[in-house]
Every structure is written in structure tokens, then in C-alpha cells.
């Protein structure tokens, strides 16, 4: 009898132990609304992967534990700073406000620079809990940055708002969590920018494209005038050369071919191509074929002209429209 007895108790304890695990595996998890208006984003940086943005974010949400003030993680800052943050913990409900001034790290496209477009990416977590305790949800009424001071030479195409979760491939030490992963709800924020690059276009390829000009001029000084000829070319040559340093030192490395390389590139070979010219052009005049060597001279500056103005043409148009 008691036998029986302990065993209905062991039976009766096992059943209240699963039902509490069953309910809190059931409870509802917590939603934090948010919302953000972006007043600045400055200093994008090329070189060091980088741009500084300031925001006004918002969190509403009831469960006292959250403590964003501590635990808000923003995942891609390399520094975050609040200036300013106001709670109002009324209607059973906490209301949080704050100023977020962030040095964001970021990847840039720079395959058209300058007429490149670039996605700028902005998210927050949680850092104390995960997506089994708390859900971001997009707080979308109203517009989200200040059209007239929010970026200064670029134009924003499109923003985006939106939540989702994030999985770390790590159980961060806790051997309670059978798979080795962890997964965090995240408030994430999209810009797609673009500026009108021709003026920054021109700062950046003129003295390019005079160095590639003063090269051309060699085909309608006479052959014989050897110095002059080669003097230009080797000129421009440098020049450009040290005209694609200058540009690639406000670029991050980049392993891919950019259209800055093409079009160098295409400078070089044209200038290169000037020099052949000359010294087959000199030749001929060595042979006495004067005549012969300013036909070859009008033709072959005829042919790279056009043919290097098509080309940096068309390298341009793609870029523009990618």
C-alpha cells in the first residue's frame, strides 16, 4: 500500500513538473516595438570601411528586464555613444528614448566608383536575451530620416525597416543548449544611397584624360623631332600613373577589376601605343619614307582617338547604369 502510495506521488510531481515546463515553453514572448529617425549620416569613408551616422531611437516594451540603456548591442559599430535617454515607465508599459551617435563598419561596392551606389546596414539586439524571450517589431509610421540634412552629396534611394533573427554558430559556453547555436531577434535598418558623381567624375579623371591628350599631340609633331615625341609620351605616361595612385589612395583594397582600373588601365596601353607608333614612325623617316610616316601618323591618331573614346564611353554608360 504505501508502495503504491509513493508511486502515485512520483507520478503526480512528474506530471506538475511537465505541465510548468509545458507552460513556460507555451508563454508568450515579448514583443519590443521600435522605431528610429535618423538626423545624420557623415564621414563615409572609403578607406577605412566606415561612416559615422546619429539617430533618435525608440523602444517600447513591458518586461522590466530588457534594460536597453545597458544591453542594446549594435553588432556592426566599431563605437556607439548615447547622448541623451529619457524613460517613462507609466501605463504599465516602458517607453525608451534615446540619442545614438555610432562609428558604423561597413563594406563598400566600389566596382563603378565614383558612380557607385552603396547599402548602408544598421541593426540592434539584445545582448542579455535571446529570440526565445523577446521579438523585435518595426515600428513603421512616419518617415524615418530628415530628407534635407540627413546626407550631404548623396541622395537616398530607398530605406528600409524590418526585423528578423540572427543565428550565432555558438552555444556562447552553456552546455544546458544541446545545439552549438544561438539565436538573437534584431531591428534592422537598409539605406540604398547614390550621388550625382560627373562633378566628383572630372576632379578625379581630368588630369587623366590631359595626360592622354598631351600624348596624342605627339602624332602631329613631325618625326624627326624625336626628343619632343618621346618626352610627351614617357610625360604622360608618369602622369597617369601617378594620377591612378592618388585615386586608389581614398579606395579601400580591392581585389576585383574597378572601372578606376579600367580606365587607367586603358590610358596606359593607349599611351604605350603612342610610343610604338613614334618609334615605327621614326623609322620610317630613317628610311627616307617621310611621307609615308605622316600618312601612318594621321591614321593611327585617328584610330585611337575614336577607338579610346568608345571605350571609355562605354565602360562609363555601364557603370552608371549598374
Known amino acids: 500500500m504505501l508502495k503504491a502510495v509513493k508511486t502515485l506521488i512520483l507520478i503526480f510531481i512528474a506530471g506538475f513538473l511537465s505541465a510548468l515546463k509545458a507552460n513556460a515553453q507555451n508563454a508568450p514572448i515579448d514583443t519590443v516595438q521600435c522605431g528610429i529617425y535618423i538626423t545624420s549620416i557623415h564621414d563615409i569613408n572609403f578607406k577605412d570601411k566606415e561612416y559615422n551616422i546619429n539617430m533618435w531611437l525608440w523602444l517600447k516594451y513591458k518586461n522590466k528586464k530588457f534594460d536597453f540603456l545597458h544591453n542594446l548591442e549594435v553588432p556592426q559599430a ?7 535617454s529619457t524613460i517613462d515607465s507609466s501605463n504599465n508599459r516602458i517607453y525608451m528614448l534615446m540619442k545614438l551617435q555610432a562609428v ?23 545582448s542579455q536575451f535571446d529570440s526565445k524571450a523577446l ?22 534611394d530607398s530605406i528600409d525597416i524590418s526585423t528578423g533573427i540572427k543565428k550565432y554558430e555558438t552555444a556562447f559556453g552553456d552546455d544546458k543548449i544541446p545545439q552549438p547555436h544561438t539565436e538573437y531577434s534584431n531591428f534592422k535598418v537598409l539605406l540604398t544611397i547614390d550621388r550625382d558623381a560627373m562633378g566628383l567624375f572630372w576632379k578625379m579623371f581630368l ?25 610627351l609620351s614617357v ?7 601617378g594620377n591612378k595612385y592618388i585615386v586608389d589612395s581614398a579606395l579601400p583594397e580591392s581585389s ?16 604605350l601605343t ?10 620610317l623617316v630613317k628610311r627616307n619614307e617621310a611621307e ?19 571605350l571609355n564611353a562605354w565602360f562609363i554608360w555601364q557603370a552608371t547604369r549598374g
Open 78 to 84: 566599431k563605437s556607439v555613444t548615447t547622448s541623451f
Open 104 to 126: 558604423m563598419k561597413d563594406s563598400w561596392a566600389t566596382n563603378n566608383f565614383p558612380f557607385d551606389k552603396q547599402k548602408l546596414r544598421f541593426s540592434i539586439e539584445n
Open 135 to 156: 521579438v523585435f517589431k518595426a515600428d513603421t509610421l512616419g518617415k524615418h530620416f530628415d530628407p534635407r540634412f540627413t546626407l550631404r552629396g548623396w541622395n537616398i
Open 207 to 231: 588630369g587623366m584624360y590631359v595626360a592622354f591628350l598631351i600624348a596624342y599631340m605627339c602624332f602631329y609633331i613631325h618625326a624627326d623631332s624625336i626628343d619632343s615625341r618621346f618626352g
Open 235 to 241: 610625360g604622360a605616361l608618369f602622369a597617369v600613373i
Open 256 to 271: 576585383s577589376f574597378t572601372l578606376v582600373d579600367m580606365l587607367h588601365g586603358i590610358t596606359l596601353v593607349f599611351i
Open 274 to 283: 603612342v610610343i610604338i607608333c613614334t618609334a615605327y614612325s621614326l623609322k
Open 292 to 310: 609615308r610616316a605622316q600618312r601612318f601618323d594621321f591614321i593611327c591618331g585617328q584610330i585611337l582617338i575614336c577607338t579610346y573614346a568608345i
